[in-house]
């Protein structure tokens, strides 16, 4: 086992990744593998605290997994065909296997990872890892794995990489769908001065996307994709989520918490339906959410400008949405509950009874008897 990865992840508590790791592989079948990843799921849980940067946030990725592990193994037995069991089973494993392979370092993932199919865990891995070797194998990918071809563009634009440059363009010029077009647009914005050709990418999409080509064309700092964002540009909004929740470092957050705040006010309160587009929004705002280091947020509940802010953030997000972003964030739920409760009661901020996410969520606390 890599003991400095190990390390990395758990500091002085290497013997719960090599518990993790020898139970899984000498596991008799697929569901009992799955059931070791439950059953080290409170342990990783209480010693996941504290640990930052990349390393902890593919920790905190493998505890979600395990949550819905756990979840899907309680409800195996609603299922009453057996292949669609297998199919759970067999996509839950591979997922978890991913996880299991980097724990037990880089040069296993590596050698591991083409000998399976590839799966989203992967590629957060990769992106997380900066696994800049494993890049020609993702663009491979995109064109053997339809399904996922989103997900390898948004993990490759974390890369600087002159093979991804016209691999961006190709995509943009050929492919139809407008957030496989965004995502790759990105990619070439981060090139800099590898991607000059701008004009050429004029009329390959509609008249709003082009208005986003000019958009990225006359970004001379990345950094002013966050002060430039245009919410009455639909494609200018995502491609700007697209930045802060897969380019930006989590740890600068809470430093353009003001630019990053209106970018997912804008994306929160979309009405009309966007369809696909609109679900990848929902989808980078519940990720941006969850990426808010634990130190960050505290900060902001505790000042009343922010607070007010992300609770209407909160507010405006669909009831699903909701109720994933709450189990994402990394503070305690009765802290928040507690802080938004003070709120109320100082008539800084109001409860509508009949459509209120976080009315629901006080009564589920049990901290509605003041309100």
């Given amino acids: 086992m890599n003991e400095k990865l190990a390390a990395d992840l758990l500091d002085d508590n290497m013997y719960l990744i090599s518990t993790c790791i020898e139970r899984f592989n000498e596991a008799a079948s697929r569901v009992g593998a799955l059931e070791v990843v439950v059953d080290m799921l409170q342990v990783f849980k209480e010693h996941s605290n504290g640990n930052r940067g990349a390393s902890g946030r593919i920790l905190r990725h493998f505890i979600e997994l395990a949550d819905q592990v756990r979840f899907e193994l309680e409800e195996l037995g609603a299922y009453s065909n ?15 296997e991913a996880y299991i392979d980097i724990f037990q370092g880089d040069d296993v993932y590596c050698r591991n990872i083409t000998a399976r199919l590839l799966t989203v865990e992967d590629l957060g891995i990769i992106r997380e890892k900066q696994m800049s070797i494993l890049v020609p194998y993702c663009i491979s990918e ?33 492919e ?7 995502v790759a647009l990105l990619g070439l914005c981060r090139g800099g001065k590898k991607f000059s050709n701008w004009k050429n990418l004029l009329g390959v999409g509609d008249d709003e996307f082009d208005i986003l080509v000019r958009h990225a064309a006359g970004m001379k700092d990345e950094k002013m994709l966050l002060r430039s964002m245009n919410p009455d540009n639909r494609y200018i909004l995502f491609f700007t989520l697209l930045y802060i929740d897969h380019v930006l470092d989590p740890e600068l957050y809470y430093v353009f918490r003001s ?89 800084s901020f109001s409860l509508d009874d009949h459509n209120s996410n976080m009315l629901a969520y006080l009564h589920d606390e049990g901290m509605d008897a003041a309100l």
């Fill in 82 to 96: 057996d292949s669609v069991e297998d199919y759970i089973i067999d996509n839950l494993y591979k997922r978890a």
């Fill in 176 to 182: 139809i769908e407008p957030d496989l077009k965004i």
């Fill in 142 to 174: 995109f064109y053997e794995q339809p399904s996922f071809r989103f997900e390898i563009l948004a993990c490759l634009i974390a890369f600087d990489n002159d093979e991804l440059v016209r691999f961006f363009y190709e995509v943009v010029k050929n």
């Fill in 259 to 347: 630019e990053i705040f209106d970018v997912l006010t804008a994306a929160s309160g979309i009405q009309s339906d966007s369809g696909q587009l609109q679900l990848r929004m929902l989808h980078s705002v519940k990720s941006i959410l969850g990426k808010m280091p634990a130190v960050s947020l505290k900060k902001i509940i505790q000042q009343d400008d922010d607070i007010l802010i992300l609770l209407r953030i909160l507010e405006n997000l669909p009831i699903e949405i909701f109720d994933k972003v709450l189990r994402s964030l990394h503070i305690p739920r009765e802290d928040l509950a507690r802080s938004v409760e003070k709120l109320v009661d100082r008539n």
